[in-house]
């Protein structure tokens, strides 16, 4: 599977994003797709992620939406009231339905987006 993710930018606090991730090679119509970003000098943290419905990470719960398109085999993340903290480069993610790991945890996604660079100005 390869995971292609655009719709980064540079935004003021305040405004809205959308990222879109388009996956080729493989429908990923039954799979967990997620969206998980790195801000730098820490470690890379779960956004997102959603199979038949979406489970947010407490800070974007209200302000980020997550959804997908099966027939365009892309996953999307709406990012609106964005924050300063918001600043990241945020990459999309595949998972098996099995796994030792849980949802949240980036180890259990084996195949990665690029990275898309997300900055909120003050």
């Known amino acids: 599977v390869q995971l292609q993710a655009s719709g980064g930018g540079l935004v003021q606090a305040g405004g809205s994003l959308r990222l879109s991730c388009a996956a080729s090679g493989r429908t990923i119509s039954s799979s967990f797709m997620a969206w998980f970003r790195q801000a730098p000098g820490k470690e890379r943290e779960f956004v997102a992620v959603i199979n038949w419905s979406g489970v947010y990470e407490d800070s974007v719960k209200g302000r980020f939406t997550i959804s997908r398109d099966n027939a365009k085999n892309t996953v999307y993340l709406q990012m609106n009231s964005l924050k300063p903290e918001d600043t990241a480069v945020y990459y999309c993610?595949?998972?098996?339905?099995?796994?030792?790991?849980?949802?949240?945890?980036?180890?259990?996604?084996?195949?990665w987006g690029q990275g898309t660079q997300v900055t909120v100005s003050s």
């Open positions: 993610a595949v998972a098996p339905s099995n796994s030792l790991w849980s949802l949240q945890d980036p180890r259990r996604y084996n195949y």
